[in-house]
T-cell receptor, first 111, second 112 residues
Framework: DADVTQTPRNRITKTGKRIMLECSQTKGHDRMYWYRQDPGLGLRLIYY???????NKGEISDGYSVSRQAQAKFSLSLESAIPNQTALYFC??????????FGPGTRLTVL | QKEVEQNSGPLSVPEGAIASLNCTYS??????FFWYRQYSGKSPELIMFIYSNGDKEDGRFTAQLNKASQYVSLLIRDSQPSDSATYLCAVKLYNQGGKLIFGQGTELSVKP
């Protein structure tokens, strides 16, 4: 089984809808991250969490929110989806080193 | 100036050649440096990391770090078509505990 899983893997939604992307990990890592990837722009950090009680904004947090339900679970919500949030979203985890391990990604399309 | 910069490519090399991928960073105090490989539509996977000046070798891959010049490079020897992917450079900036800044990636194409 994969160490970092993301659900759903693909999602098509409409403008204005609220959606949630979920991430779970079995690596026992405290640190979890949400990124989005757009062609030519690399990976941009949305939110990150160093433990259940610690949530931090990344460089592009506007329009997003997160919840760290447990050490192993970190969810990303789009409160009111808009077309420019169409992207590939990755969850990542890290332990005591800085190396990050990525989930398989969620391809989100907002119509 | 972007914090981490890479040439977007595409970089095209013939099979068996050495591919050289470069990355520059703006923060002189940066501490940790990573190379990830990403196949189209897939997630990034770690190739190697380097913390100290000099070379670090792992099989066909060599990472080179020069902190004085603020660049890190990845050499791929005996390039194979299966090496065709986008290579992401990531840097941990000074005093940015636990966060990595990613470059935009360099697309590598290895031609048979």
């Amino acid at each position: 089984d994969a160490d970092v899983t993301q659900t759903p893997r693909n999602r098509i939604t409409k403008t204005g809808k609220r959606i949630m992307l979920e991430c779970s990990q079995t690596k026992g890592h405290d640190r979890m991250y949400w990124y989005r990837q757009d062609p030519g722009l690399g990976l941009r950090l949305i939110y990150y969490s160093f433990d259940v009680k610690d949530i931090n904004k990344g460089e592009i947090s506007d329009g997003y929110s997160v919840s760290r339900q447990a050490q192993a679970k970190f969810s990303l919500s789009l409160e009111s989806a808009i077309p420019n949030q169409t992207a590939l979203y990755f969850c990542a985890t890290a332990g005591t080193t800085d190396t990050q391990y990525f989930g398989p990604g969620t391809r989100l399309t907002v119509l | 100036q972007k914090e981490v910069e890479q040439n977007s490519g595409p970089l095209s090399v013939p099979e068996g050649a050495i591919a050289s991928l470069n990355c520059t960073y703006s923060d002189r105090g940066s501490q940790s440096f990573f190379w990830y490989r990403q196949y189209s539509g897939k997630s990034p996977e770690l190739i190697m990391f380097i913390y100290s000046n000099g070379d670090k070798e792992d099989g066909r891959f060599t990472a080179q770090l020069n902190k004085a010049s603020q660049y890190v490079s990845l050499l791929i020897r005996d390039s194979q078509p299966s090496d065709s992917a986008t290579y992401l450079c990531a840097v941990k900036l000074y005093n940015q505990g636990g966060k990595l800044i990613f470059g935009q990636g360099t697309e590598l194409s290895v031609k048979p």
